[in-house]
């Protein structure tokens, strides 16, 4: 009977719950979509692995100071031609081949002098062609390299430049530059996960990525007489202590936790911005079924006086709930497999060739869309449910008949301030914290309280604010103005509940942007405050090689260049403790390109063979002007060298980095083995034009085009183009949420429009025209979008300065509040209060006056 009756009035009030369940949809959708994606990328990469992995891979030793293997950049570590020999005579061992392969140079086409392959994300491997019984490509046409000027280039990156057999290619690496002729393209036999693969001969490959005869790795295949392990256990007694030895299933694992820190850092974050689209969503569907039982009073006052109990009345509206949950979570699970399939395109797009026809739909993606679909209808419509359980018999005698609230009210309203004021008092200590880590933690649950406090003082609030942004309508709109003021304050609750939903969505947005403005000033003002060089020049992956570098000290107009270069290394200081860091070797005249922020000691004991330390480093390891720090680069080379500079904290170009000087380096490793330049910074020449000498070594760099150069003003846009791209991938996740949100205020408006059809006639009836009608809904919708805009924007602030006073230290010094995104965000919800309100509007013009007063 039950059932029955839940499910004949589910079917009764099926248009009115249309957009709930289009909001379950969504939010099911983004989560099943992402778990889809990412279980099919995993499984992709793994089956990539697996079939291409050798039995044992020897590499080299690790230098124990840090970085994949501690070599310098474009240098790289090597196993010696010898271990090829020892390796395939162990027993069980079929086949033992060398491989070079390096990740650092750039491939060029020299007929457009364009860069070819990836210049960011995936690598472009370069390397020496071998045949293995699990080569990962196979050549579909051509031939294998023969000869020094050879080499066969994958098919994507081929097809994508619009090169060919017999076309050239020109290969950039650490030691220099190449020209070569493409003999063969080779195909993968699985998938391509976006690499550029350039073979060549192996004495060639060593020749010119190695510069010495090695090889990177030896891979090794048994002949199924011993196990993986036993195979590496023979190959460290053959080899001696040292050597990584890995077996199949170690690389397997090693290269699949490279790729799923990447895939694994944009699960979490899809599926954390789902969460909070299904949070917004939350509160349309409480509107929903609040407004639903309002309307339904009387049938369930009759239910109820028919012998209905409270315990059925609940289950039947939560048993509604349930119908819905199922039917929006199973439509979402269908949508969720076209989202996946777009963000496989989507990498397609970028050079990860994934298959749709592949999608690992596996027993968490059900799981965690049902769960997600069910468990948030459900808790959302509990609140509804348990009012309409409260409803008495008599109610079933009048038109309408709510509980009484007073009571629930006052314990909302307090509930809703020890809330808010404990959300705020975190967000002052977490501005006033002495660590970062301290004040990372009052934030987040400062961030929490203050928006469930805000959530539940939501309709508090309305009464207040909706007062005061209405109370121009009036004067401005005539009684349109005032129905809509008063319409927005009749139902407090409700008007809170939809403007929260909104709210949730802007104030992260407003968060987000405070934060991102005050990294991109703070930025701004370091760099004018301490770079005093005129340009800044990368290198890219391959990094300055020594033409690069006197290419751009040739060039025209420039005074000097101060190179930097970047070498793994283990400190050990006075108190006994060791930390791996990283050391900046850079020219004599750094300090004359820089102004160093010195907390005690003076910049020039960097010229006098000191090392320049961080302020935190110092105070956390007890260290003063004089104090000696041992630096091991690995391989034996060490010194010792004294503070001479503690560098003040709080600056972003200069905190975590460790200066010496490029001639005290190199009094520990020659130059032989010093690795190219990270970065290079050029002075214009006294007198000269900035502008033209930017335009001249510009050019001194045409034959690389991996080499970017910048002026001050340049390099500051590429900040903000970086920290703007981050900022827009979180306003498209955020998107969703805010789509959730709009649909609440539809929803509510919709609805609303049928709760007052007896009095919109009535209003009709006396005069009121459709046009004033429509004008009435449309300032009520904004209004309730307002409420929600301001409610947000006053927690975004609060967030994003919040965010902006823990950093403070750490280099994010200048607070900059966006005015300009405030602004937009207000406009912007004047405007969905606008489109939101066209549908209820429209259907409120329609009604039949005479049909509408008769209305039950």
């Given amino acids: 009977m039950l059932l029955k009756t839940s499910l004949r009035s589910f079917l009764a009030h ?12 969504l939010s099911v959708a983004f989560v099943s979509g992402t778990l889809v994606f990412s ?53 069980g061992v079929k086949t033992a081949v060398g491989q070079v392969f390096t990740q650092d140079s750039t491939l060029v086409d020299p007929a457009t002098n364009k860069a070819v392959g990836p210049t960011s994300g995936a690598p472009t491997l370069t390397g020496n062609w071998t045949d293995t019984p699990r080569n990962s490509v196979e050549i579909t046409s051509g031939h294998v390299p023969q000869g020094g000027d050879q080499v066969v ?76 392990e036993q195979l590496k256990a023979d190959a460290l007694g053959a080899l001696g202590g040292g050597y990584q030895v890995k077996t199949a299933a170690e690389q397997k694992e090693e290269n699949s936790k490279d790729v799923g820190s990447f895939l694994g850092f944009m699960k979490n974050a899809m599926l954390g911005f789902a969460l909070i689209s299904a949070l917004v969503g939350g509160f349309l569907i409480i509107n929903t079924f609040s407004m639903l039982v309002a309307q339904r009073t009387r049938e369930i006052g009759l239910l109820r006086a028919l012998g209905g109990s409270r315990k059925q009345v609940n289950r039947s509206v939560l048993i509604e709930a349930l119908i819905l949950a199922v039917l929006g979570s199973t439509i979402g699970l269908g949508a969720g497999l076209g989202l996946a399939a777009g963000l496989i395109q989507l990498m397609k797009a970028v050079g990860m060739n994934l298959s749709a026809a592949d999608l690992q739909i596996s027993a968490d993606v059900p799981i965690a869309g049902y ?6 209808t459900l808790v959302a419509a509990w609140f509804p449910a348990r009012r309409a359980a409260r409803i008495a018999p008599m109610a079933a005698l009048r038109d309408h008949g709510t509980p009484a609230e007073g009571r629930s ?6 509930i809703g301030l020890v809330l808010t004021a404990g959300g705020g008092g975190l967000l002052v200590l977490a501005a006033k914290a002495d660590k970062a880590a301290t004040g990372g933690q009052y934030l987040g649950l400062g961030v929490l309280l203050s928006l469930i406090g805000f959530v539940v003082l939501g309709p508090l609030l309305a009464t207040s604010v909706v007062r005061v ?5 009036p004067a401005v709109f005539g009684p349109s103005g005032r129905l809509a003021q008063r319409n927005a304050m009749r139902n407090p609750r409700r008007t809170g509940a939809t403007a929260g939903a909104l709210m949730i969505g802007l104030a992260l947005v407003i968060g987000a942007s405070v934060f991102t403005s005050s990294v991109i000033k703070s930025t701004n003002e370091q760099i004018d405050k301490s770079v005093g060089a005129d340009y800044i020049i990368s290198g890219g992956r391959t990094g300055l090689t020594a033409e690069m570098v006197k290419a751009a000290e040739n060039t025209p107009g420039i005074e000097h260049i101060t190179r930097q270069q970047y070498m793994p290394a283990v400190f050990t200081t006075p108190d006994g403790k060791t930390t791996t860091e990283g050391v900046s070797a850079v020219s004599p005249t750094f300090t004359v390109d820089f102004k160093l922020p010195v907390k005690a000691g003076s910049a020039d004991a960097l010229g006098q063979g000191a090392i320049a330390v961080g302020e935190a480093f110092a105070q956390d390891h007890g260290l003063a002007i004089g104090d000696r720090i041992g630096v091991d680069y690995g391989q034996g080379r060490t010194q010792s060298l004294p503070v001479g500079v503690i560098m003040t904290k709080g600056n972003s170009l200069f905190d975590g980095n460790y200066f010496i000087g490029l001639d005290t380096f190199g009094k520990a490793v020659p130059v032989t083995d010093q690795g190219n330049d990270a970065v290079a910074f050029g002075k214009a020449r006294a007198g000269s034009d900035v502008a033209g000498t930017l335009a001249a070594l510009e050019a001194s760099f045409k034959d690389y085009p991996q080499v970017n150069v910048r002026d001050q003003a340049g390099y500051k846009d590429l900040v903000q183009e970086q920290v703007n791209s981050l900022l827009y991938i979180i306003y498209g996740m955020l998107g969703l949420a805010i789509v959730v949100a709009v ?46 805009a301001i409610l947000g924007t006053g927690l975004g602030l609060a967030w994003g300065i919040t965010g902006q006073q823990v950093l403070k230290d750490q280099g994010l010094e200048t ?30 013009g329609r009604m039949n006056v005479l049909a509408a007063i008769a209305t039950d």
């Avoid at 099926?14 to 949809?25: D, F, H, N, P, W």
């Avoid at 609805?751 to 009095?759: F, I």
């Fill in 371 to 376: 769960g997600l679909g069910i468990v948030v």
């Fill in 14 to 25: 099926k248009g009115r719950m249309v957009l709930s369940l289009l909001a379950i949809v």
């Fill in 409 to 414: 009210n006052v314990v909302r309203t307090v």
């Fill in 815 to 844: 607070l900059a509040v966006p005015t300009g995104t405030i602004v937009l965000t207000l406009i912007a919800s004047v405007v969905i209060g606008l489109l939101a309100a066209l549908v209820p509007a429209f259907r409120a």
């Fill in 743 to 788: 649909l609440g205020v539809v929803n509510t408006l919709a609805l609303s429009v049928v709760e007052r059809t007896r009095e919109i006639g009535l209003l009709r009836a006396i005069g009121l025209s459709r046009r004033q009608l429509r004008r009435m809904i449309r300032l009520e919708s904004v209004v309730i979008a307002l409420f929600g």
């Fill in 39 to 91: 279980n099919t990328a995993t499984s992709t990469f793994d089956r990539l692995f697996a079939s291409t992995a050798s039995d044992i891979s020897v590499q080299p030793p690790k230098s124990g100071v840090g970085g994949e293997d501690g070599a310098p950049r474009g240098k790289a570590a090597t196993v010696p031609v010898e271990t090829v020999r020892r390796i395939a005579a162990a027993p």
């Fill in 469 to 473: 942004l209405g109370s121009l309508l």
């Fill in 153 to 228: 280039l994958d098919a994507d990156t081929a097809k994508k430049a619009g090169l060919g057999l017999g076309g050239k290619l020109r290969v950039i690496t650490g030691s220099g530059t190449y020209d070569f002729t493409i003999a063969g393209i080779a195909t993968f036999k699985t998938t391509n996960p976006g690499a550029a693969l350039v073979f060549m001969d192996t004495p060639t490959a060593q020749r010119v990525l190695l510069g010495t005869t090695a090889y990177t790795s030896v891979e090794a295949f048994g002949d199924g007489s011993r196990s993986d």
